[in-house]
């Protein structure tokens, strides 16, 4: 699939016109993907994403807010088990490779580009109770708890915010959940 935005996005406050201007961006997502189903017990997916962010450079106020230039692929291999016992099981790999370019406080000139390259391996595990009365499952994301500087696109919501897609430390989930 592809999708392009064109946005549009107010930088400043109202209250002090010369600060004040409507900044344009865009952001361009690519992805491709492919899931198999050998059997009743396994599946397979594969996955390339590849995004681009590029603000408008005629903006030099933005530009130590944003990065000047953001280009992400992503490409996620996943593998999972399903047993009819009801246990489950998966394996995720996750390579990223990211190109960022920020702008320098110290001189106002734009930094070289920075390429951060990093792979990741997520587990989990789960059992599905009798009946489909629910789930219990525990999930490892980052397994080896692997450091990496990572340019989540979290900057333009403006709000302080943040939901990054890839964390540069294990992280550990639970989940139970009942049906009735």
């Avoid at 599905?128 to 980052?142: M, S």
Wanted: charged letters at 15%; proline letters at 7%.
């Amino acid at each position: 699939g592809v999708l392009r935005q064109d946005n549009d996005v107010p930088f400043g406050q109202l209250a002090q016109p010369e600060s004040y201007e409507v900044v344009s961006s865009q952001d361009n997502f690519y992805n491709a993907y492919l899931y198999w189903l050998p059997s009743h017990n396994w599946a397979f997916s594969a996955s390339l994403l590849y995004e681009t962010f590029e603000p408008d450079q005629s903006c030099a106020m933005c530009l130590y807010f944003y990065p000047a230039e953001l280009k992400t692929l992503s490409l996620p291999l996943n593998v999972q088990y399903f047993d009819p016992s009801g246990f489950f099981a998966g394996l995720g790999i996750v390579y990223v490779n990211q190109k960022i370019q920020v702008l320098d406080p110290g001189s106002s000139t734009l930094s070289p580009t920075r390429n951060e390259n990093f792979t990741l391996i997520n587990i989990g595990l789960g059992y599905r109770l009798p009946k489909r009365w629910g789930v219990v499952a525990l999930q490892v994301d980052n397994m080896f708890d692997k450091k990496f500087h990572y340019q989540d696109d979290n900057f333009q919501t403006g709000d302080g915010t943040s939901n990054p897609l890839f964390t540069p430390e294990r992280t550990v989930f639970g989940r139970f959940v009942l049906n009735f």
